[in-house]
């Protein structure tokens, strides 16, 4: 039997990027990953979303629009990945986005979810202004961050990420959905024009990753170029602590999304099997 040899993180980051990290809320790393391995995820990611893994069961749906079948998704989402695709399970990237994490975070800061956003050329939607907290349940306070990766260059014509300096110090912000559409899946903070001006792009080669905190606002514009835009997002973070006092996340109970009823209905699918 072939010996499987545990990858090792290639990747660390300095003092200085770690202190920019506390104070600004987020971070632009160039490489967490190589050149193959980012045309091996990509080849996977494209059949993902070709083959709409995950539709029937809720996890691939349009973040951006009412998410009717047959209608072309202007941000499409697929929660989890690696379900329909375990060999994602391994790779470099995930490797050094860990050891990077536990920098940032702490040693105890364990995996967290994770979820892919793509862009169709010349027609993907802008990701509005949130703070990725307010999606979350009302009663844990969370210490969390996102690992974000292209697998092409992200640019300002593509939707690379923005984020506002110091906005991961502030409370969660009322949020509404999307075009006040119930229907839609996705958050927009409520005028997020009292706060974004401070903002600051982070452009990145493919294979290169931001990290961000729970509450930092962040944005991705609609891509205007030729060529998709993908993005591979990990999560990772510290045990949540439940809170004395919910948080009233309003905007969450408003929502009545197509994505809902097909997870319900799948539930109640393979719970009949
Ligand atoms: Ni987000």
Same mark, same amino acid.
């Given at each position: 039997?072939?010996?499987?040899?545990?990858l090792e993180p290639t990747v660390r980051i %300095?003092?200085?990027?770690?202190?920019?990290?506390?104070?600004?809320?987020?971070l632009s790393v160039p490489a967490i990953s190589?050149?193959?391995?980012?045309?091996?995820?990509? &080849?996977?990611?494209?059949?993902?979303?070709?083959?709409?893994?995950?539709?029937?069961? *809720?996890?691939?749906?349009?973040? @951006?629009?009412?998410?009717? +079948?047959?209608?072309?998704?202007?941000?499409?989402?697929?929660?989890?990945?690696?379900?329909?695709?375990?060999?994602?399970?391994?790779?470099?990237?995930?490797?050094? &986005?860990?050891?990077?994490?536990?920098?940032?975070?702490?040693?105890?800061?364990?995996?967290?979810?994770?979820?892919?956003?793509?862009?169709?050329?010349?027609?993907? &939607?802008?990701?509005?202004?949130?703070? +990725?907290?307010?999606?979350? *349940?009302?009663?844990?306070?969370?210490?969390?961050?996102?690992?974000?990766?292209?697998?092409?260059?992200?640019?300002?014509?593509?939707?690379?990420?923005?984020?506002?300096? @110091?906005?991961? %110090?502030?409370?969660?912000?009322?949020?509404?959905?999307?075009?006040?559409?119930?229907?839609?899946?996705?958050?927009?903070?409520?005028?997020?024009?009292?706060? %974004?001006? @401070?903002?600051?792009?982070?452009?990145?080669?493919?294979? *290169?990753?931001?990290?961000?905190?729970?509450? %930092?606002?962040?944005?991705?514009?609609?891509?205007?170029?030729?060529?998709?835009?993908?993005?591979?997002?990990?999560?990772?973070?510290?045990?949540?602590?439940?809170?004395?006092?919910?948080?009233?996340?309003?905007?969450?109970?408003?929502?009545?999304?197509?994505?809902?009823?097909?997870?319900? &209905?799948?539930?109640?699918?393979?719970?009949?099997c």
């Amino acid at each position: 039997m072939p010996t499987e040899i545990a990858l090792e993180p290639t990747v660390r980051i %300095t003092q200085e990027q770690i202190d920019f990290f506390h104070a600004n809320g987020f971070l632009s790393v160039p490489a967490i990953s190589t050149p193959e391995e980012i045309e091996r995820l990509k &080849a996977i990611y494209d059949r993902l979303f070709e083959s709409k893994a995950g539709r029937e069961e *809720g996890n691939q749906f349009d973040l @951006g629009g009412s998410d009717e +079948d047959g209608k072309q998704a202007v941000l499409p989402q697929i929660l989890n990945p690696k379900k329909y695709a375990p060999e994602l399970e391994e790779g470099l990237f995930r490797v050094n &986005a860990m050891a990077i994490s536990k920098q940032l975070l702490g040693e105890e800061a364990t995996a967290k979810g994770e979820h892919a956003i793509f862009k169709p050329a010349r027609f993907g &939607a802008a990701t509005p202004w949130h703070q +990725d907290n307010a999606y979350w *349940g009302p009663d844990h306070d969370h210490c969390s961050l996102s690992v974000w990766m292209p697998l092409q260059p992200a640019t300002l014509e593509n939707g690379c990420m923005q984020f506002v300096p @110091g906005s991961h %110090t502030w409370e969660i912000l009322p949020h509404h959905c999307i075009n006040n559409d119930p229907r839609v899946h996705g958050l927009e903070l409520d005028h997020p024009e009292k706060y %974004t001006a @401070g903002a600051v792009a982070c452009p990145l080669p493919p294979g *290169g990753a931001t990290f961000h905190l729970n509450k %930092t606002l962040h944005y991705a514009g609609p891509n205007r170029s030729d060529i998709p835009r993908r993005a591979y997002i990990l999560g990772f973070g510290l045990a949540a602590k439940k809170r004395e006092t919910p948080h009233d996340f309003y905007w969450n109970r408003q929502k009545q999304t197509p994505r809902e009823e097909r997870a319900q &209905a799948f539930q109640k699918k393979i719970s009949a099997c």
